[in-house]
Every structure is written in structure tokens, then in C-alpha cells.
């Protein structure tokens, strides 16, 4: 306890030796809810003194952070001699920097004076609010065709503040009027926002389409109007008038080139391709303009090249082909755009995506001598099912079909799936193969139809061959018997040859 009153007899003494600031900073104005980047600003900072001083000067400098963005242009003011409860005001100028992110910044207010002959000086930091301004451009296609256009606007912006309520409105221009009008809610700095707006263009041509952009800042910004003085014989009165500029309008003209819509011809040579797979997309270009060089671009599926360039005289007709390739099935749309003799078309062309059924015989065996058994695997290795697939053996002169099986009905093959089927035929001359006919429905229910041939030259009857086995014991056995008799027939031979020798011999000695 006695150590906490030696405490505090210790603050009171402090207090006696140094008194307390006889000036109180009550307040600094700049007229406006924030500051912004790149601008110069009038500053004002008010003191109330406590007691008379004299020889009063009050200053202003950045602190910390400030130091980099904000610039001193006047920083000091001389006030003199101030009586209690007198207002002091300093008037400063100051400059934003260019690149000054928004955020609040300290700056630091100053104010050397002397009292009783002695010099003080007392100071205070104060906050000032940066916030960048919304700076908007807008940006449209530089080309239109006659007649109804459906165009996106760019508005793009490339201030330091946020915007607002972006508006765009349009009058009716020389050949060109909006049917539409475009909304943004904000946009933040660097960002561009897109609006669709509908024109109708007549004749060909320049034409200029009045636009008027009202957009609203998030802070009020006051500008200066104009400043007034008026004098008295004991003072000098400044009277400073802005006038909020929170809501900006500006007025501007959109610049189109107007060319007739036959142009060009453009047209596909072929708007159906199967899925997966790389295909030729021609497209058909009638020149109806004049001799130009023509760039041709295509925008999606692509398979290499999405560019080529040729030369197309007035009246000429030209194709030019794109590799592309599409991995899902449906009506896909395709972007062109054709720039030729400073004009540019964009069109969409529609192609549709279709699988492809591929049907193959596997397993085949053919049974029978004259009347045949067909029997085997009809797979579909494509990428689209086959509706009602029917296989049949296909009648000609030396091919029959016989009943009840010279139709097979399988059904339906989705990819990867397959069917088996059995078909009888009587083959009534010789013949090296059996002609059949394979017919399904498509997704567009077109029936397709196919004809394939089942080689029958190198294929041997098993029952043929059984046959044959069954007479090989017999010519053998008779192969036997001959040889027997052939080896009795040769030893009697050989015998009666020896006793007719012998005989002759007898009568040739009596």
C-alpha cells in the first residue's frame, strides 16, 4: 500500500513538471467521403488552443505506410497567435499517387506554438480513406451483318474503384438502332463485365450507334466547383462549393462496318459424321463480294490445323477442309468465323454426331453335304445399337433357302453385344460360297441392309468323312487277299518251272 501511494505521488509530480498539451486537434476535413488516386486534394486541419499561443504553426506529413502513396505539395501554415478557444485552421495540399491500392492511411498533423516564451509542440495522427475511382471503357465487335444482329458488348474496368449499376443506353443511329438495352450490377477493378444486345443494321456501310453509360460510385465523390473569399476588416472567410459526383454519365458512339448478308455463301458438304472418329469438315464458300483473300477459322474439335487462308474470286466457289473429331453423339455446333477485305462473319454450323453399327460374322461352321446348317455369332464391335436385326440366306441359282430357318431374328445389338444365329440352305450345284442378307434399324429408324458371303470351298462334311473312313478296312482287306494269291500264284509258277526243266533234262540223256 505505501508503495503504491509513493506511485502515485510520482505520477502527480510528472503531471506538475509537464503539463498538459495546451492545443487539442479537434478535427481535419477534406470534403469528400474518400480520396482518390492520382488527384490533388485540399486538406484542412483545425486546432482549439487551451490557453493563448503565439507564434502558432501547423504542418502535416504522411506517416508509415503513407509515405509511399501520399505527396506533401503544401504542408505548413502559419497561424500566429491564437487566443483560448480560438480555432486555428491549417489549409494543406496533397496528391494521391497513381498507384495507391485503397485502403486507409495515417496521416500525421503537427502544430508548433510557444507559451509563455517557452516553444511546445503537440501532434496527432488522423486516418484519411483512399478508394479508387471506376474508370469504364467499352469495347464491340467491329463488324455487323444486315438485318437482325445479336452482339456482346465488353465493358471493361480499368480504374482503381468499384462500380456500380452500370447502365448502357442507346439512340437510334444513322442506319443502325439497338432493340435491347444492358445491365451490369458491379464491376471491380481489371474486370470486364459482357452485356447481349440486339441491332438492326441497314445497307452497308459505316454506321455510328449512340450509347449513353451511367454507372455510381460506392463513396460520394465531391468535386470542387469553385472557391470564393470575401474579406472583413477583422477576418477572411473561404467558401469552397463541390458538387457529388457519386453518379457518372458518359456518352460515347459505338463504330460498326455494315456488309450485306449474301456476302458469302457458306455452306457444309456433309453435316453428319460418326463419333470418335476423325473426319473431313468441308465447308463450301461462294464468294458474292469481291476478290479478297479469305480467312477461315474454326473454333471447337479441331484436329490440327484450325486455320487456312485462300484466295476466292467474285462469283467463285471454293471448299476448304477441317479435320475434326467429336467424342459425344447429338447436333454439336461448330464456330466460324470468315474474315475477308476488312469484314468478319462468325457463323455456327450444326453437325450431327452419330454412332456407327459394324456388325461382323464370328464363329461361323457350315454342316452338310447338299442341304447346309449355318450357325455362328453376329457381333456389332461399333459405336450405335442396331435395331431389329434380322439375318436370312439369300436365294439364288445354286443356293436355297430352306424353312423354317431361312430367317433368324436376333433383335437388338447394342455395342460390344452380340447374337448367335442358325440358318439352313441347299446348295444344288457346286458352289464356293452362301450368300446372306443382314438387315437392322438405325436410331432414325432408316433400315439398313447388308450383304455378306459365308465361304464354303475349304470346308469338309464331317459325315463325308466318316464315309471315307468306313471303307479303308475293305481295301485293305482286298489289297490283302490279292497279295496272297499274287505269292501262291508266283511259288506254283516257280514250282512247275523247276519240274518242266528237269523233264527236258531226263530226255535230252536217253
Known amino acids: ?13 510528472l503531471l506538475l513538471i509537464n503539463p498538459i498539451n495546451a492545443v487539442e486537434f479537434t478535427g481535419i476535413d477534406y470534403k469528400n467521403e474518400y480520396l482518390e488516386p492520382g488527384k490533388t486534394y485540399d486538406l484542412w486541419v483545425i486546432i482549439t488552443p487551451e490557453k493563448e499561443i503565439n507564434n502558432t504553426v501547423i504542418g502535416v506529413s504522411p506517416y508509415g505506410v503513407g509515405s509511399e502513396y501520399i505527396q506533401i505539395i503544401k504542408g505548413r501554415d502559419y497561424e500566429g497567435n491564437l487566443l483560448q478557444s480560438e480555432k486555428g485552421v491549417g489549409h494543406f495540399i496533397i496528391h494521391i499517387k497513381e498507384d495507391a491500392p485503397s485502403k486507409d492511411y495515417n496521416i500525421l498533423a503537427y502544430c ?7 516553444k511546445y509542440s503537440d501532434n496527432r ?15 464491340n465487335p467491329s463488324v455487323i451483318n ?64 449512340p450509347y449513353t453509360l451511367t454507372y455510381s460510385n460506392p463513396y460520394n465523390d465531391l468535386q470542387l466547383v469553385d472557391k470564393r473569399e ?19 454519365e458518359e456518352s460515347g458512339n459505338l463504330i460498326f462496318k455494315i456488309i450485306p448478308n449474301d456476302a458469302i455463301d457458306l455452306n457444309v458438304k456433309d453435316c453428319s459424321f460418326p463419333v470418335g472418329k476423325v473426319n473431313n469438315f468441308t465447308l463450301s464458300i461462294k464468294n458474292n463480294y ?9 473454333g471447337k474439335y479441331y484436329i490440327g490445323n484450325n486455320q487456312k487462308t485462300l484466295s476466292i474470286n467474285y462469283g467463285e466457289i471454293k471448299n476448304i477442309t477441317f479435320n475434326i473429331k467429336v467424342e459425344e453423339m447429338g447436333v454439336k455446333e461448330i464456330p466460324v468465323r470468315i474474315i475477308f477485305g476488312g469484314n468478319e462473319i462468325e457463323r455456327n454450323i450444326s453437325v450431327n454426331i452419330i454412332g456407327k453399327v459394324d456388325l461382323v460374322l464370328t464363329g461361323v461352321n457350315v454342316e452338310g453335304i447338299t442341304e447346309k446348317t449355318i450357325t455362328g455369332d453376329l457381333s456389332n464391335i461399333g459405336t450405335d445399337k442396331a ?32 447374337g448367335s444365329f442358325e440358318l439352313h440352305a441347299k446348295v444344288i450345284n457346286e458352289t464356293d460360297s452362301i450368300p446372306i442378307v443382314i438387315q437392322y434399324r438405325d436410331e432414325n429408324n432408316n433400315l439398313i441392309k447388308i450383304e455378306k458371303n ?24 482286298i489289297l490283302f487277299i490279292v497279295g496272297v494269291l499274287f505269292l501262291l500264284y508266283w511259288n506254283f509258277f516257280k514250282k512247275n518251272k523247276k519240274i518242266i526243266i528237269k523233264n527236258n533234262k531226263n530226255n535230252r540223256e536217253v
Open 125 to 139: 495522427i488522423f486516418e484519411i480513406p483512399i478508394r479508387g475511382k471506376p474508370t469504364l471503357t467499352v469495347e
Open 146 to 209: 444486315e438485318g437482325i444482329n445479336r452482339i456482346y458488348i465488353k465493358i471493361k474496368n480499368k480504374g482503381t474503384g468499384i462500380a456500380q449499376n452500370i447502365k448502357i443506353k442507346f439512340e437510334e443511329g444513322n442506319n443502325i438502332y439497338a432493340l435491347s438495352e444492358g445491365y451490369i450490377k458491379y464491376l471491380k477493378p481489371g474486370k470486364t463485365g459482357t452485356v447481349e444486345i440486339k441491332v438492326y443494321g441497314e445497307n452497308s456501310g459505316i454506321a455510328k450507334l
Open 112 to 118: 508548433n506554438y510557444t507559451k509563455d516564451g517557452k
Open 290 to 298: 469481291k476478290d479478297s483473300k479469305f480467312t477461315v477459322i474454326i
Open 387 to 418: 435395331k431389329s436385326v434380322l439375318i436370312s440366306v439369300k436365294k439364288t441359282e445354286r443356293v436355297i433357302p430352306l424353312r423354317p430357318y431361312e430367317n433368324y431374328f436376333i433383335g437388338t445389338l447394342n455395342p460390344d453385344d452380340y
Open 1 to 13: 500500500m505505501k508503495k503504491l501511494l509513493i506511485f502515485i505521488l510520482f505520477l502527480f509530480f
Open 454 to 477: 459365308i465361304s464354303i470351298k475349304n470346308l469338309i462334311n464331317p459325315n463325308q468323312s466318316q464315309e471315307n473312313n468306313d471303307y479303308i478296312p475293305l481295301i485293305i482287306g
Open 230 to 248: 470575401t474579406e472583413s476588416r477583422k477576418s477572411k472567410t473561404i467558401t469552397y462549393n463541390y458538387k457529388n459526383q457519386k453518379t457518372v
